[in-house]
């Protein structure tokens, strides 16, 4: 079974400047998918990015990119400029391309405080 | 607005009680989800519907009883509920077909409190 750990419970960062939130996995299949979901106070989860494991290029999305190290089975978000929307629980996530639907392996969260 | 709604956005109930939660979503998806989100823990996949049939079950209590009578909604039947099944319940959908993972679409939630 698939695993997703998120060791940061809690991260901030000032308004304009970068921070990183870390995710690591666990499988032992070759093709998967990625994921980085964001909850604000609302509880409405909304996808930020996701990544494809065999594309080697990291995924960008305006301020969000990841850095993927498939070998390290390591996949953290870095948000750029940060705004005081971006204050959210960040949850990462897994899917395995063997199972159909949208089923997703979740870590624990790391919740983001934006300081202004 | 991704919809995807939920109803009741709270609720409290007491062990005996009888609930339902109801989901609906206005995106033409044909495969819906319940999740459970407790605190300080990953959310948990229930039970999952494609075109209406449940195809996935995770092990959950019969005290939970989901309900699909058509691909728009998606119920989910609670009685005689247990205090550590208080937790955040959220409904998604999605539009299952073979190839890349399609985007799951969430609801906001029901924020369940057992008594």
């Known amino acids: 079974a698939q695993t997703v750990t998120q060791s940061q419970p809690e991260m901030s960062v000032q308004e304009a400047e970068t921070v990183t939130l870390s995710c690591t996995y666990d499988?032992?299949?070759?093709?998967?998918?990625l994921f980085w979901y964001k909850q604000p106070p609302s509880r409405q989860m909304i996808l930020v990015i996701r990544q494809e494991a065999y594309k080697q290029q990291n995924a960008t999305e305006n301020r969000f990119s990841v850095n993927f190290q498939k070998a390290a089975k390591s996949f953290s978000l870095k948000i750029s400029d940060s705004q005081l929307g971006d204050a959210a629980m960040y949850f990462c996530?897994?899917?395995?391309?063997?199972?159909?639907?949208?089923?997703?392996?979740f870590g624990e969260g790391t919740q983001l405080t934006v300081n202004p | 607005e991704t919809g995807v709604t939920q109803t009741p956005r709270h609720l409290v109930m007491g062990m005996t009680n009888k609930k339902s939660l109801k989901c609906e979503q206005h995106l033409g998806h044909n495969a819906m989800y319940w999740y459970k989100q407790s605190a300080k823990k990953p959310l948990e996949l229930m039970f999952v519907?494609?075109?209406?049939?449940?195809?996935e079950n995770n092990s959950v209590p019969s005290r939970f009883s989901p309900e699909c009578p058509n691909s728009s909604h998606l119920f989910l039947h609670l009685h005689t509920l247990q205090p550590e099944d208080s937790a955040l319940y959220l409904c998604?959908?999605?539009?299952?077909?073979?190839?890349?993972?399609?985007?799951?679409?969430f609801g906001s939630g029901t924020q369940l409190s057992v008594l």
């Open positions: 996530a897994y899917r395995s391309v063997r199972t159909s639907g949208s089923r997703l392996t």
């Open positions: 998604a959908s999605s539009q299952e077909r073979e190839g890349p993972s399609e985007k799951l679409f």
């Open positions: 519907y494609n075109f209406k049939e449940q195809t």
């Open positions: 499988t032992s299949e070759s093709d998967y998918y």
